[in-house]
């Protein structure tokens, strides 16, 4: 990738926040009417739609960057798979309830840490949307955590469950720290740290959290897909295909 300008830098910055957070709300969505019961149905909604509006803080900032030219709507609907740069972490599928807390653990950790960093950026535009999420990315590690162990050291199926889930979706972790052109750019302005800066705090939230749900950490893996520079897994066009249906089907239509 050849060195990016600071503009467009920033406007890929912005995008990949927002798609991450709008992909990770459209499956934790999925588990509406289907969670193992009524409290985490609505437990996990209520995380859905943290992520839906952080995804419209950040899509309206990268419309500001653009000049105007598209919509939230237009960044959700109307791109292909390609144009979306969210972490494949975020599209993975809800196989079972312990994928989707490990996942959310996964995510909670790294959102945690990186909002805590853009909180002293010096795009003021993007120090004031992490200080309004910083919150609710509290709560949803302290819902993550308590579910992970709770299930972990729970019975001998949901430790074996949360076992096989973190196997899964370990392999997706390097992502969160690889840094690119785009990131070393914004590092340098101080917009945005270093992903690589980010991981040893992480490690510190995760494994005492592991520990206390009897899991073991995965040994790091090769990772060939990169979500955030448009190289997706196979579960990211059917998610959107399903999300952008009516939307495309009725265009313009109004409630």
Not at 1 to 7: D, F, I
Not at 149 to 165: C, F, I, N, Y
Not at 189 to 202: H, T
């Amino acid at each position: 990738m050849s060195t990016p300008t600071l503009a467009a830098a920033r406007t890929a910055c912005v995008l990949r926040l927002a798609d991450t957070n709008l992909v990770l709300a459209q499956r934790l969505g999925e588990w509406i009417g289907h969670a193992p019961a009524l409290e985490e149905d609505l437990g996990l909604a209520n995380l859905a739609l943290d992520h839906l509006g952080q995804a419209r803080l950040f899509y309206g900032y990268a419309a500001e960057l653009e000049g105007g030219n598209r919509s939230e709507d237009d960044f959700a609907f109307l791109r292909d798979e390609s144009a979306f740069v969210n972490l494949a972490l975020a599209e993975q599928p809800n196989t079972d309830f312990a994928f989707a807390i490990v996942r959310q653990l996964l995510i909670d950790a790294y959102q945690l840490e990186l909002y805590a960093a853009l909180e002293r950026s010096s795009d003021e535009r993007l120090a004031q949307i992490a200080a309004k999420a910083l919150p609710e990315v509290r709560y949803h590690l302290r819902y993550s955590s308590g579910w992970a162990v709770r299930l972990g050291d729970g019975t001998p199926e949901s430790q074996r469950r949360m076992q096989v889930a973190l196997e899964a979706l370990w392999r997706f972790t390097p992502e969160l720290f690889a840094c690119d052109a785009i990131e070393q750019v914004l590092a340098a302005q101080s917009i945005a740290p270093d992903p690589a800066a980010l991981e040893s705090r992480w490690s510190a939230s995760i494994d005492p959290i592991l520990a206390r749900a009897t899991l073991q950490r995965p040994a790091d893996a090769s990772y060939p897909w990169y979500g955030k520079c448009g190289v997706h897994t196979e579960h990211l066009g059917p998610l959107l295909a399903q999300m952008q249906h009516l939307h495309r089907a009725h265009p313009g239509a109004r409630w």
